[in-house]
C-alpha cells in the first residue's frame, strides 16, 4: 500500500480501519491472527445468564400439562409454585436470595416480583410502562448507584430508561437535544478527549453540526487532564459536556480534583448539560460518577456490556435526576419553540409542556408516533435485573468483579512486561485499555533519531498496517479517539491472557523491522 492509499485510509473511523486490518491480517499474515483492537470482552457472567434460563424454564412449564408448544403464560398464584420448582443448585439459590432481597428492599410481594420476572422472561407482552418496568427499574437504579454513584441519598430520585445497548443511549440523546432545540447547529459542545469515536463524529453529521471544544487528556498527564482545561466550560457559549469515564482509549477515571473543579465550575455554570458514560466504571474499585457531583446537571449512560460480557445483549440505560437542567432549559424555550414541542408531543400527553426529557427520549426513540411501543424490549430488562442482582446481593466484596479486574490486571501486566514498559498503577487506571505511543517506544527503545525517522519516513498508520499484514496483530489507531500521530489502543479485554505477552513481542519485532530498514539507509 502506497502512501496515497494510506492517507486514504487514515480518513476514515478507527473501527472501520480495523476492519480493513483484520481483512489484511488474516489474508497476508503468517502468524496466528490476535484482534487486540476490540473492547469485547471475552468472559461473559454464567450466574445471571443460567438464572435467566430458569425464569424461561419455569414460566413455560409452569401451566403445561402435556408437550404442546402453545402454553399459557403464568399470571397469579405463581409464588408457592416457583418455591417448589426451585432446587439447592447455586443457580436457584441465587434467584431465591434475589427473591427475597427484592422483597425486602422494595417492599413489593414475591408475587408481583415474579409476575414482572417471568412475563418480563418470556417477553409475551409490550414493556409496560413503555420507559421502564417498575420494580426493575428500582433495582436497576440502585445497581446503578452502588457502583457509579455511590450516594443512597439519590437512589429513589433517579429514573432510568434502559436502552439497546450504550450505544442506542448516545444516539437517543443526541436527537432529543436536537429536537427539544437545548443543542442546534453551530452550538459549542465540549468533551474529555481523546475520547469514544461517535462522541467525536455524530457532532459532525449535517443534522447536527456542532462546534466541537476539546478538554483534552494527555499522556505527558498520565492521560488525566489537567483540572485548569475545565475552565474552558466557563465560557457560556459551551451548551454541553459529553464526557467517558473512566475514559476510553485513555483508561482513566476523573480525579477527585477533577470532579471538585467540575463541581466550582458549576456554580458559576448552573445551565451547563453534561451527558457521562461511565461503562468502565465497575473497573476502578473506588469509582465516583460525576453523575454523583453534579446530578441535576447531568445525564448518565452505562452499559453492561464490559463487565458481565453482554455485548451481543444490547443492554444500556439513560439515567437523569427528577429535577434536573435539561427540564429546566425547556421551560426557558421561545414560544415559537414550546410551540412546536407541543405539537410534536401532543399525540402522546394532554400535557407535553409537563413531559419530562428522559419520557421525550423515549418518545423520540421511536419518532413518537410509536411511543406506546417504546421501551428496551422486556427479556433485556430482565437481563439488567439479573446482572444487577449479582452485585446487589454482595454487601462488601463481590468476587465477579474482582476477578474482572484481577483477569485485566494481569493482562495488562503481560503486555507491558513484554513491552519493557513502566506500568501505571494508578488507582485510577481500569488497565481495560492501554494506549502505546509508537514513537515514543522507538525512541526508548532504539533513540530519537529513529524515532523521527519513523515519524518522517512513514504515514503514521504504516505501524498498524505493518504489523497487522506481517504479525496477525491488530490494534486500534488512536486518531480516531483524538489522540495525536502514531498513539494506539491496546484492548486488555478479548484475547486470551497468554497472547498479551506475545502482542507485546509482535509490536517489538515491527519496530526491529523498521529499525533494520533504518540501519541500511543510515
Not at 453540526?209 to 457560556?236: C, G, M, R, S, Y
Not at 498503577?425 to 533513540?447: C, F, H, M, Q, S
Not at 489522540?483 to 526491529?512: C, F, H, M, P
Amino acid at each position: 500500500m502506497d502512501n496515497n492509499e494510506e492517507k486514504q485510509l487514515e480518513s476514515l473511523g478507527a473501527f472501520e480501519i480495523s476492519d480493513r486490518l483484520i481483512a489484511l491480517a488474516k489474508e497476508k499474515a503468517t502468524q496466528p491472527f490476535f484482534n487486540a483492537g476490540r473492547g469485547n470482552p471475552n468472559w461473559v457472567n454464567a450466574r445471571a445468564r443460567l438464572a435467566f434460563n430458569r425464569l424461561v424454564e419455569f414460566g413455560l412449564t409452569y401451566e403445561q400439562s402435556d408437550d404442546r408448544e402453545l402454553v399459557m403464560v403464568p399470571t397469579t398464584n405463581m409464588t408457592d409454585a416457583f418455591l417448589d420448582f426451585l432446587t439447592a443448585s447455586k443457580t436457584d439459590q441465587f434467584l431465591l436470595q434475589s427473591l427475597l432481597y427484592v422483597e425486602k428492599t422494595f417492599a413489593v410481594s414475591k408475587e408481583a416480583i415474579l409476575q414482572e420476572w417471568l412475563q418480563g422472561a418470556l417477553g409475551d407482552n409490550y414493556p409496560v410502562p413503555s420507559r421502564v418496568l417498575p420494580i426493575s427499574g428500582q433495582i436497576i437504579s440502585t445497581y446503578l448507584n452502588q457502583v457509579l454513584i455511590k450516594d443512597p441519598t439519590l437512589t429513589n430520585d433517579t429514573l432510568v430508561f434502559p436502552t439497546e445497548g450504550g450505544t442506542a443511549a448516545i444516539v437517543y440523546i443526541f436527537q432529543t437535544l436536537k429536537e427539544n432545540f437545548l443543542l442546534q447547529k453551530g452550538d459549542k459542545i465540549a468533551m474529555n478527549t481523546p475520547i469514544f469515536t461517535p462522541y467525536l463524529q455524530i457532532p459532525k453529521l449535517e443534522e447536527y453540526e456542532l462546534v466541537e471544544i476539546d478538554v483534552a487528556a494527555t499522556e505527558h498527564n498520565n492521560w488525566q487532564f489537567d483540572p485548569k482545561e475545565l475552565d474552558k466550560l466557563l465560557d457560556p457559549t459551551i451548551k454541553a459536556f459529553f464526557i467517558v469515564n473512566p475514559s476510553n482509549p485513555g483508561a482513566k477515571a476523573f480525579s477527585k480534583a477533577a470532579l471538585d473543579k467540575l463541581q466550582q465550575i458549576l456554580i458559576q455554570r448552573p445551565d451547563l448539560m453534561i451527558l457521562t458514560d461511565d461503562v468502565y466504571g465497575p473497573f476502578v474499585e473506588d469509582f465516583q460518577s460525576v453523575y454523583a457531583i453534579a446530578p441535576h446537571n447531568t445525564l448518565l449512560v452505562y452499559s453492561y456490556s464490559k463487565l458481565f460480557g453482554a455485548t451481543g445483549w444490547r443492554l444500556g440505560v439513560i439515567a437523569a435526576h427528577k429535577r434536573n437542567v435539561f427540564d429546566d432549559l425547556l421551560q426557558t424555550l421561545s414560544s415559537e419553540q414550546k410551540h412546536a414541542l407541543h405539537k410534536r408531543y401532543e399525540i402522546v400527553t394532554t400535557t407535553p409542556e409537563s413531559l419530562a426529557f428522559l419520557d421525550r427520549i423515549g418518545a423520540d426513540s421511536r419518532s413518537v408516533g410509536l411511543y406506546h411501543t417504546s421501551g428496551l424490549s422486556t427479556p433485556q430488562q430482565i437481563m439488567e435485573v439479573l446482572f444487577s442482582l449479582t452485585h446487589l446481593l454482595h454487601l462488601t466484596h463481590d468476587p465477579y468483579v474482582a476477578d474482572a479486574r484481577q483477569l485485566i490486571a494481569t493482562r495488562y501486566h503481560d503486555l507491558m512486561h513484554a513491552l519493557q514498559l513502566a506500568e501505571d498503577e494508578d488507582p485510577l487506571n481500569t488497565k481495560y485499555y492501554t494506549l502505546i505511543d509508537v514513537y515514543r517506544l522507538a525512541e526508548t527503545k532504539y533513540g530519537t533519531a529513529f524515532a523521527t525517522y519513523l515519524k518522517e519516513a512513514f504515514e503514521p498508520i504504516d505501524f498498524l498496517l505493518r504489523l497487522a499484514q506481517t504479525e496477525g496483530v491488530i490494534l486500534m489507531d488512536g486518531v480516531g479517539f483524538g489522540t495525536k500521530a502514531g498513539e494506539v489502543r491496546v484492548s486488555q479485554a478479548n484475547l486470551a491472557t497468554e497472547r498479551y505477552e506475545k502482542v507485546g513481542k509482535r509490536i517489538l519485532s515491527v519496530l526491529d523491522d523498521y529499525y533494520a530498514q533504518y540501519k541500511k539507509n543510515h
